[in-house]
């Protein structure tokens, strides 16, 4: 599961564009993963500058 | 009230829009590609994800001065905050040096209000006939038949609808999807991405004659900056390479702990949090392909040693708009065509791309102990022009294991 904290989400974009199989879209201040696509690499995680997103 | 649909198709509510360039994306890129273009006579949408153009800010709000006319963007002090003399760049243990703003990058020389930048931008393209719709998402490209592309699908205010173009702009930013959608690689390195995070403080002191640069592990691979706006107040932001983060959170921590430090710095008040990354790659091998170009950091047009990209985002939105009026006029709109975009802002940009890359590289290796001898040695050496080459020369010179490897280079 990959989720991202909506208390703690800057909607900055950063994991979207990090984000090697372009999995992540960032709805104005929603995002929405398709976890179909997520290699689980843990990127997002690491540049989220606000540590809002989750990968368990 | 629009009717909320969530169907994926095409709403009957919104109806389908016909132009002959859309671009996606109301940043510096997207509006100043649309305003050259539509300069020329071209029919051209700019759709925008947010609600308002140039807000929330993502910027550190620093730019140099000497291309803003080349460009034709009319200086307004609307959104000048501040006029800087030059940069001081710290070591470690904080020795500094100072360089004046023509030899400082492309982030020193005005402190703007980057949202009122980016609107001034608008309506400069709106005025030249642009057309701009805002609270539209891009969600995907349209393809005919033969897998051409011939527009983007967009949703505004939840309603599906497509817009049918000859040319798509990918001006969406850092996020980078239009791009990868029409299968331009616009994937980066993890030592090619900084994760940012900047506030503003009211309240703090700071010299309004500079903006500051903090290297070393304060941000590894990366720097703090402070950068004032006057009255007290500054943007003071961090970068770090993605390379150097593990954990959850770091950017913060990092920042955090740096003000904490500085006595300055530590009384101030946040009275805003900007987030956000910027990519230091190497420039891509191609931002086109048949009916679709990337501009400013959607295309990765950033300059890798100090991460700004507002003055590459308006120089190639300028080439990009020219080329476009003329694929137009010659109904060319193949990638070969494209090569005079691709050709005119590498002319422009690429070079000092790939130097300063080149030089990101080796500092982003460099411990804080060598920082400090550096400061030491860069205080009686008098560099007529601090640039990466010239910097790494003086490196050479009394620490040749640093730039090893890269001698050819220099
Ligand atoms: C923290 C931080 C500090 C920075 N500091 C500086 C600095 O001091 N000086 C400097 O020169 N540069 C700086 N930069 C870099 C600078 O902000 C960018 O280079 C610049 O914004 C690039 O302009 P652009 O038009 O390419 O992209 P952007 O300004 O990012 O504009 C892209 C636009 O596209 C929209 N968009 C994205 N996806 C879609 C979609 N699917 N549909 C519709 N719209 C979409 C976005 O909402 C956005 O408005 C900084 C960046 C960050 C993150």
Excluded at chain 2, 221 to 234: L, S
Excluded at chain 2, 373 to 389: G, M, S, Y
Aim: proline share 3%.
């Amino acid at each position: 599961m990959i989720k991202s904290d909506k208390e703690l989400c800057l909607y900055c974009g950063a994991c979207v564009g990090t984000c090697p199989r372009n999995c992540i879209n960032l709805k104005e201040t929603i995002i929405e993963f398709d976890e179909s696509l997520c290699t689980k690499c843990n990127l997002c995680v690491r540049v989220c500058p606000v540590g809002a997103i989750t990968l368990e | 009230m629009p009717r909320r649909s969530n169907n994926v198709g095409v709403s009957d509510i919104m109806e389908d829009i016909k132009c002959d360039i859309v671009v996606v994306g109301g940043g510096p890129a997207g509006s100043m590609t649309a305003k050259w273009a539509a300069m020329h006579g071209s029919d051209v949408l700019v759709i925008e994800k947010r609600q308002e153009i140039g807000s929330p800010v993502r910027c550190g709000e620093g730019i140099s001065k000497h291309w803003i006319s080349d460009v034709g963007i009319r200086i307004d002090n609307k959104w000048i905050a501040n006029e800087v003399e030059g940069a001081r760049i710290f070591s470690p243990s904080l020795k500094h040096i100072v360089v004046n703003e023509k030899m400082a990058g492309n982030e020193v020389g005005y402190m703007i209000e980057r949202d009122q930048f980016d609107k001034a931008l608008a309506v400069d393209a709106a005025k030249a006939g642009a057309r701009y719709m805002v609270k539209t998402s891009a969600v995907g490209l349209l393809k005919d038949g033969n897998n051409k592309l011939i527009g983007v699908k967009a949703k505004h205010m939840g309603e599906h609808f497509n817009i049918f173009a000859k040319l798509i702009i990918g001006a969406d930013g850092f996020e980078s999807q239009v791009g990868r959608w029409a299968g331009i690689n616009t994937i980066l390195r993890v030592n090619d991405v900084e994760s940012c995070l900047q506030y503003r403080m009211a309240g703090i002191e700071c010299d309004t004659r500079y903006s500051d640069f903090y290297l070393g592990s304060a941000a590894p691979g990366g720097y703090v900056w402070v950068f004032p706006k006057g009255d007290g107040v500054a943007n003071v932001g961090i970068g770090i390479q993605l390379k150097y983060l593990k954990h959850k959170s770091e950017t913060k921590t990092y920042l955090d702990n740096f003000i904490k430090k500085m006595p300055g710095l530590k009384k101030g008040k946040i009275i805003d949090m900007v987030a956000g990354a910027v990519s230091v790659s190497q420039p891509l091998k191609e931002v086109t392909k048949d009916n679709i170009m990337l501009v400013g950091d959607s295309g990765r047009m950033i300059d890798p040693l100090t991460g700004g990209g507002i003055a590459s985002a308006c120089i190639a939105g300028k080439i990009a708009g020219n080329v476009a009026a003329e694929a137009l006029e010659s109904r060319d709109f193949s990638k070969q065509f494209f090569q005079k975009y691709e050709k005119g802002w590498r002319a422009e940009l690429e070079e000092k791309f790939y130097r300063n890359w080149m030089a990101k590289e080796r500092l982003s290796v460099i411990d804080d102990i060598t920082f400090d001898k550096l400061a030491d040695i860069l205080q009686d050496v008098k560099l007529e022009k601090l640039t990466a080459h010239n910097l790494l020369k003086v490196v050479k010179e009394r620490y040749p294991e640093v730039v090893k490897g890269f001698e050819g280079f220099i």
